[in-house]
């Protein structure tokens, strides 16, 4: 208990444990690999928005537009599609233009020098503008993730006997099952994400520049790191990572719809995972990791919640005070993990 | 008045001037050191001496003027470029990173990594942070804490440290001393004695401390509303000199402020 408690996520790991093991007196149905699958899309792909937000608030930064840019992608995705290119070029182009609005809002910010919020809250309204622009307002159907129903003959053992039986199969095609539809799709890209991002950031040069950059910014350039460098290469990743959420998103619900405001509100989810984390707003400090467990935690309330059946109503009030004593715990943790000595 | 300049100098500045809106920092500034040299260099507070020092290690570009490094003229792209030329700077802020731990602050811009996907090596860095700070003699019992938990002398002599044991030939110590205790000013000290007795690096080293100037310097430069106002060896003047010249500015000042 000790050890964990010294490391960074300790206190995330400690309060999302006791979450799990509310939900799991209280329901008996949590703890089921069907309930699992329920789970994933609660935090998946907040996980994988809210590990490419880390690395900017380790920076010193933060990105808002991610809600946009998560929106915007899987739009473009369709525009690029429409022009009769395969999927694989969809995607690679819709992450082209992700990279491109990282890169404007690290250029208005490292180079301008406006203020990140200010920069990226007008891209979010911006972006979130185009998307509709560019959608007419008007859900479309994800290219590639359409779904195919066949039926089947399925051989079953009932009672000692077998017996055909005739069922109905979705398929839907290959690409989209890797981008989003499987079912742990996004749940492995996550994983994917955090394990190179938290590689990323505690053993290259890029991940100490980060953390220069966001602890000591006028120490990081006497020392020679190319401060605007950085920061412009971190709004590219979390950009990158916004859009491809976007599409993995897409990609399982089969369908996007040009819905705005639940954009700023997935932003915000994402944003809380990376702090209830552990991440610091300030700069300087971040895990990887943590905002892998933020994520988890928030998936695991709401789902939890929702399966103890409380009104819809009353979910965001319960969630909003949960969210408070838990960053209250943490920082609690917090301290009895700076008093051991450790970092 | 700079006095004779010959080809063994390892860094000259020349007619350097540099403008921060309306405000004159520095005016056509000559300065050179010699190979071996320790060089102190005093003046008040916003007389300019932080800005040459941040233009020699190439963080800021001058207006006008030019630098020559071991006999050929640079303009430096940046501190990497002043770095790759063996100049290297410990800041008056010291530039270190209180999230880092000390190995990581010790090779901050100088880090090794392994090959061939680029991780950094820390069992190695780590190593040779303890071997450099055991060989200047500076006791951190931990190195893998943030060096937020140092106290400042330790912080300053973690920056000292990491700028001594790179490969630079030319080091500039801007205040080496000022967050620190008299002992561990006296081994900041110490080290620059061995230094220079060494004779392997050259040293421009801002101070406020005459004694200390006048006992580890070779000649010291005095540098007045940006600009270099004195230039003699060490060997030729005296603390009363010193003063005397600073208390005179001081007077001229407190005559112009009155006149104002």
């Not at chain 1, 505690?202 to 000591?216: D, K, L």
């Not at chain 2, 008045?1 to 520095?26: C, I, N, Q, Y």
């Not at chain 2, 040299?37 to 800021?60: P, R, W």
């Not at chain 2, 005459?210 to 580890?216: F, G, P, R, W």
Request: with cysteine; hydrophobic share 50%.
């Amino acid at each position: 208990m000790r050890r964990l408690l010294t490391l960074r996520e300790g206190s995330i790991v400690v309060v999302t444990i006791l979450a799990i093991a509310y939900f799991a007196v209280a329901n008996d149905r949590f703890l089921t690999s069907a309930n699992f699958k329920t789970l994933l899309p609660y935090f998946a792909p907040f996980a994988i928005l809210a590990v490419g937000e880390v690395m900017l608030m380790v920076a010193g930064e933060i990105d808002l537009s991610i809600g946009s840019v998560y929106l915007f992608a899987p739009f473009m995705f369709y525009e690029f599609h429409q022009l009769g290119l395969p999927l694989v070029v969809d995607l690679l182009l819709c992450l082209v233009c992700a990279a491109l609005i990282g890169a404007l809002n690290g250029v208005l910010t490292a180079v301008v020098g406006i203020s990140s919020f200010i920069v990226t809250l007008g891209t979010l309204l911006g972006v979130g503008g185009l998307t509709l622009i560019i959608s007419g307002a008007a859900p479309v159907a994800m290219p590639g993730a359409e779904v195919h129903t066949t039926t089947e003959s399925v051989k079953k053992v009932v009672n000692g006997h077998t017996i055909t039986l005739q069922e109905q199969v979705n398929h839907v095609g290959g690409f989209a099952r890797v981008f989003g539809a499987g079912i742990y799709s996004e749940l492995i890209w996550a994983l994917l994400a955090v394990a190179l991002l938290h590689v990323v950031l505690r053993s290259t040069r890029w991940g100490m520049y980060t953390v220069a950059v966001g602890g000591n910014r006028h120490g990081a350039a006497e020392a020679g790191i190319k401060v605007r460098s950085i920061v412009i290469r971190n709004f590219v990743l979390c950009a990158l990572l916004a859009g491809f959420v976007g599409v993995l998103e897409a990609m399982r619900a089969s369908s996007v719809t040009p819905d705005t405001a639940g954009a700023s509100e997935t932003m915000f989810r994402a944003v809380s995972a990376a702090v209830i984390g552990g991440t610091l707003l300030a700069g300087g400090e971040g895990t990887v990791v943590g905002a892998l467990l933020g994520a988890l935690f928030l998936g695991v309330l709401r789902d939890g919640l929702v399966l103890d059946g409380v009104s819809a109503d009353y979910l965001d009030f319960i969630l909003g005070f949960a969210i408070l004593i838990a960053m209250a715990v943490n920082i609690y943790v917090g301290r009895v993990r700076k008093g051991s000595g450790h970092a | 008045m700079p006095e004779t300049e010959g080809d063994d100098d390892v860094l000259r500045v020349e007619h350097v001037s540099k403008r921060f809106g309306a405000v004159t920092a520095l005016r056509d500034i000559n300065l050179h050191l010699r190979r071996g040299e320790v060089l102190g260099l005093l003046g008040d507070n916003g007389a300019g001496k932080s800005t040459l020092m941040k233009i020699i290690a190439g963080f800021q570009n001058p207006d006008e003027g030019r630098i020559v490094v071991k006999g050929e003229q640079v303009s430096f792209r940046d501190v990497d470029h002043a770095r790759s030329l063996g100049i290297d700077c410990v800041y008056q802020d010291l530039a270190l990173v209180n999230e880092l731990d000390v190995v990581q602050n010790m090779f901050l811009k100088r880090e090794l990594v392994s090959r061939p996907i680029p991780l950094l090596a820390r069992r190695v860095m780590r190593e040779r942070t303890r071997e450099a700070l055991e060989r200047i003699g500076i006791n951190i019992p931990r190195l893998d804490v943030p060096v937020a938990r140092l106290s400042g002398g330790q912080r300053q002599a973690i920056a000292v440290a990491r700028t001594v044991t790179s490969e630079a030939d030319v080091i500039l110590l801007d205040e080496p001393l000022a967050a620190m205790g008299a002992k561990e000013g006296a081994m900041i000290l110490d080290l620059v004695q061995q230094l220079r007795e060494a004779g392997e690096v050259s040293i421009i080293m801002i101070a406020h401390n005459y004694v200390h100037v006048l006992q580890s310097c070779d000649r010291v430069n005095l540098i007045q509303g940006g600009e270099i106002t004195f230039d003699k060896p060490t060997a030729d003047t005296s603390v009363e000199e010193l003063n005397e010249i600073v208390v005179e500015e001081y007077r001229r000042a407190r005559r112009a402020a009155q006149a104002g």
